[in-house]
């Protein structure tokens, strides 16, 4: 069965400063990974997700993640955090044949201006 | 439509009553999901459907919930009974299909609060 861990509950950091969000998975097979984010009041949209092709995903708003199998991790980075990045961010797997998605607990992310 | 839609956005009910959550999937998405974030919670995974069938139910808390899904199209997500826990965000999600990598679409979510 599949698991995320997200490491972190909260991570604050300052504006224009690099943000990592930290993820480690377990999964029986070959999973797809997702980052998806969740502003207060609405939906969850999509960051960027692996599939199995390039270990480093390029996503929306200047994110980006590694996988790395050696070390079942899939953190989420950026170089310069936006003060409209603030938001709680859910690392997620699937199983291959991609039925049920896992969530992480979630990070919420604050910006100091 | 242009995204996940769901109806009631805001639902207030009294314990013991019956709710529905209704949730209309982006057009030819034939994977619908629903899953439930309780306060301060991640997701919880409680039912997805591959058309109009379900073949993984495993993640309803009780039988108080069901679900169904019509003309591979809507679905209709009941609670019966409702429990104060049973307040949570309830989110519609739909996919092209269950294939891995298929990039999953979530609605805005259904708050239900009981009191």
């Known amino acids: 069965a599949q698991s995320v861990t997200q490491l972190d509950s909260h991570v604050s950091v300052s504006e224009g400063t690099p943000v990592l969000l930290r993820c480690n998975y377990s999964?029986?097979?070959?999973?797809?990974l997702f980052w998806y984010v969740q502003h207060p009041n609405k939906g969850l949209q999509l960051l960027l997700k692996y599939t199995s092709a390039a270990t480093l995903v390029k996503g929306i708003n200047g994110f980006e993640a590694e996988f790395k199998k050696s070390e079942t991790s899939f953190h989420l980075t950026k170089p310069s955090a936006h003060m409209s990045d603030a938001a709680e961010y859910f690392c997620v797997v699937s199983e291959w044949y991609g039925n049920k998605l896992v969530f992480g607990a979630g990070t919420i992310l604050r910006v100091k201006s | 439509g242009a995204g996940v839609s769901q109806s009631p956005s805001n639902k207030v009910t009294e314990k013991g009553k019956d709710v529905e959550l209704r949730c209309d999937p982006i057009?030819?998405?034939?994977?619908l999901y629903w899953y439930r974030q309780r306060l301060g919670q991640g997701l919880e995974f409680l039912i997805y459907f591959q058309g109009n069938s379900a073949p993984d139910k495993s993640g309803l808390p009780s039988d108080r919930f069901s679900a169904e899904r019509t003309g591979e199209s809507v679905s209709t997500l009941t609670i019966q009974r409702t429990q104060q826990e049973d307040s949570a965000v309830y989110l519609c999600?739909?996919?092209?299909?269950?294939?891995?990598?298929?990039?999953?679409?979530f609605g805005e979510g259904s708050w239900l609060t009981v009191v």
């Open positions: 999600a739909s996919s092209l299909s269950t294939g891995t990598g298929n990039t999953i679409y």
């Open positions: 057009s030819g998405h034939t994977a």
């Open positions: 999964s029986s097979y070959s999973p797809s």
